[in-house]
T-cell receptor, first 117, second 113 residues
């Protein structure tokens, strides 16, 4: 009954490969996010989707493409992997209710540790 | 642009010492404020949050934080730390009415037994 789950947990791959990370939340939330945590533990938002629509797209190379087949899933596809893509990728979700305060807490997944060789 | 600063990058304390971690943000509007904790090898978990009302917020495991609007600060405190508090602590700010969160760079706390 994990709230936010990610697969795989670990991903080791060669430069130039294409890989995907999957995220699912069973909280009924409307909004999902992808974050990248680098080696210095700096956590930076990459994308956010609300009801399957892209609402935040930070300065991220277009090799990264999020896909939301439904509001419970937000997958991250990465083309032509580079060494600098090595990081921990966290998925998160939150329930945003317009006009109400107190619903903006994010719930994080366990992270996917990506190592590009 | 919004930003969040955590001035202490590394903190080392002995058990039973008191803890205060600083968090300052820059944003002129109304905000929601959060502290998250990341234990070694685990994902981020919410410690506490402030949305409105009493500026002194109590969270899990004996942590509390105080929102001082005039100082744009939301410092985290615990009167007596334990070895199990060893973790990375992240402050985060969300501008009300937006989906955007900004995280601080984190403070790595090590508590010596």
């Amino acid at each position: 009954d994990t709230a936010v789950s990610q697969t795989p947990k670990y991903l080791v791959t060669q430069m130039g490969n294409d890989k995907s990370i999957k995220c699912e939340q069973n909280l009924g939330h409307d909004t999902m996010y992808w974050y990248k945590q680098d080696s210095k533990k700096f956590l930076k938002i990459m994308f956010s989707y609300n009801n399957k629509e892209l609402i935040i797209n930070e300065t991220v190379p277009n090799r990264f493409s999020p896909k939301s087949p439904d509001k419970a899933h937000l997958n991250l596809h990465i083309n032509s992997l580079e060494l600098g893509d090595s990081a921990v990728y966290f998925c998160a979700s939150s329930q945003e209710v317009v006009g109400l305060a107190g619903q903006e807490t994010q719930y994080f997944g366990p992270g996917t540790r990506l190592l590009v060789l | 642009a919004q930003s969040v600063s955590q001035h202490n990058h590394h903190v080392i304390l002995s058990e039973a010492a008191s803890l205060e971690l600083g968090c300052n943000y820059s944003y002129g509007g109304t905000v929601n404020l959060f502290w998250y904790v990341q234990y070694p090898g685990q994902h981020l978990q919410l410690l506490l949050k402030y949305f409105s009302g009493d500026p002194l917020v109590k969270g899990i495991k004996g942590f509390e934080a105080e929102f001082i609007k005039s100082k744009f600060s939301f410092n985290l405190r615990k009167p007596s730390v334990q070895w199990s508090d060893t973790a990375e602590y992240f402050c985060a700010v969300n501008a009300k009415g937006t989906y955007k969160y900004i995280f601080g760079t984190g403070t790595r706390l090590k508590v010596l037994a």
